[in-house]
């Protein structure tokens, strides 16, 4: 199954635990969801969502890899940040499900990661047993 999320920012932080939770099938009880992000330019994590850590996450990533640094790709694309972004991240995680749930811990949550935005990203979602 794929679920697509529209991110609205050239770096933005989108949490996806509850469009997750629904591609879960009905009848689904214990195994494994794994959500895998179809692009180079965006990541998945697991982590809290709350807005204060959002910005420093940010904050981290623009500091860490700054936009237009000289990088030999933005002669192309003018997005080599977003690339390079992505190495620090994950394209895929995978989180137990029990009894049809995700089996997250309290303050955690599945977010998108966008690095290259605003746009459309493709996920592909496999729950398995």
């Known amino acids: 199954m ?11 932080i989108v949490d996806i635990t509850d469009e997750l939770q629904q591609a879960i099938p009905d009848g689904f009880g214990d ?6 992000v179809q692009h ?4 998945v994590v697991v982590n809290e969502h709350e807005t204060r850590l959002l910005g420093d996450i940010e904050r981290y990533l623009k500091e860490l ?10 002669d192309l694309d003018g997005n080599a940040d977003s690339h390079l972004r992505t190495l ?10 029990r009894d049809g749930t995700l089996a997250l ?3 955690q949550s599945i977010l998108l ?17």
């Not at 794929?2 to 933005?12: G, K």
């Not at 620090?88 to 499900?97: A, M, T």
């Not at 990661?113 to 047993?129: A, F, I, N």
Request: aromatic residues 4%; proline residues 5%; negative net charge.
């Open 40 to 43: 180079t330019t965006a990541g």
């Open 88 to 97: 620090l991240l994950d394209e895929s995680v995978s989180v137990p499900v």
């Open 65 to 74: 890899v700054p936009h237009e640094d000289g990088y030999a790709h933005d």
């Open 2 to 12: 794929s679920i697509h999320v529209e991110t609205t920012d050239r770096l933005d």
């Open 31 to 36: 195994g494994l969801c794994t959500v895998f």
């Open 113 to 129: 990661v966008e690095c290259d935005g605003p746009r459309t990203r493709s996920l592909s979602v496999t729950c398995t047993s």
């Open 105 to 107: 811990g309290t303050w």
